[in-house]
């Protein structure tokens, strides 16, 4: 994905290409303005634009081919999926209201129903047997580019009712092998990265500085835990027997273990009680393992 710039280093206007579900050329939308690209790296990519139906009195071209399913090109980005179109008219003037998505969208119109067993997320020797070789079968017009070779071993288990392909593999595969799903919009083609492999170090750096103009930061308050119970899909299912504590519930008082939370003794017993369960842990994995 490649961004233009003009004279003044400036990010220019992207052009926007209408094309028709067989990737015909239908014509270029010249006349757009409002125009807003969103791009993302694990998410859909967004297009948004406004098209007038007259310019100086005189038809558009082109406006009344733009429609819902449409595909829109931009060039260097890539292909994208017109999914709203809205008129707004105040009676004097009409225009096309367009919102479009980038165009892995397309992978939210399959479902899998019933999908369930054990798989391997990639192999080279016979790919069509591997999940990911199931799940590109399902668009013969997307293919696999590259798929990072520590993935290629990993196995996991799904049961999956009903859930549209584009969901499973942003939820339950990133989520199940620990790795992201890329996709390149101009060549159709999708890429997966072991997490650690996902990014790389740049001399690029953004500050007040340069680029950045403001800056807000949200605690997160709901996410601090400081005892978890751990319980499986059923109430049979716990980690009481593995879990030195002898309970079902883990412990991680590290954010509020400081004199502006807590009394000095009680930090001191916390302290105690946590040096006494690393010292005795390896013991009881030990007899743990004799007893099994």
Do not use: H
């Not at 270029?28 to 007259?54: H, M």
């Not at 999940?131 to 293919?143: A, D």
């Not at 170090?201 to 680029?211: A, G, K, M, P, V």
């Amino acid at each position: 994905m490649n961004f233009l710039f003009d004279i003044y280093n400036r990010v220019e206007q992207p052009s926007i290409i209408l094309y028709k579900n067989n990737f015909e050329k239908d014509g270029v939308l010249g006349l757009a303005y409002d125009k807003k690209l969103t791009i993302r790296l694990t998410d859909l990519s967004e297009l948004s634009f406004t098209y007038p139906q007259k310019f100086d009195d005189v038809n558009t071209p082109y406006y009344d081919n733009i429609k819902t399913k449409k595909i829109i090109y931009i060039p260097e980005i890539g292909y994208f999926k017109l999914e709203k179109v809205k008129i707004n008219s105040d009676g004097i003037k009409e225009v096309k209201e367009c919102v479009a998505y980038s165009i892995q969208c397309e992978l939210k119109q399959k479902q899998l129903i019933n999908f369930s067993g054990t798989y391997k997320l990639y192999d080279t020797i016979e790919p069509k047997k591997s999940l990911m070789g199931i799940l590109i079968n399902y668009f013969p017009s997307w293919s696999i580019d590259v798929v990072d070779s520590s993935l290629w071993s990993i196995y996991r288990t799904f049961d999956i009712t009903q859930k549209d392909i584009y969901s499973f593999l942003m939820d339950e595969v990133m989520t199940s092998y620990n790795c992201v799903v890329l996709f390149d919009i101009q060549t159709r083609k999708i890429s997966v990265k072991a997490m650690e492999n996902i990014s790389k170090e740049t001399d690029i750096y953004i500050s007040f500085d340069n680029l950045m103009k403001s800056a807000e930061i949200d605690e997160l308050s709901d996410e601090i835990v400081t005892a978890l119970r751990v319980k499986g899909g059923s109430d049979e299912m716990d980690i009481i027997a593995v879990n030195p504590n002898g309970s079902d519930s883990i412990y991680n008082f590290s954010y509020y273990k400081t004199s502006e939370w807590m009394s000095q003794s009680l930090i001191n017993a916390l302290n105690t009680y946590e040096s006494k369960y690393n010292s005795l842990k390896s013991t009881y994995l030990t007899k743990l393992t004799t007893l099994k």
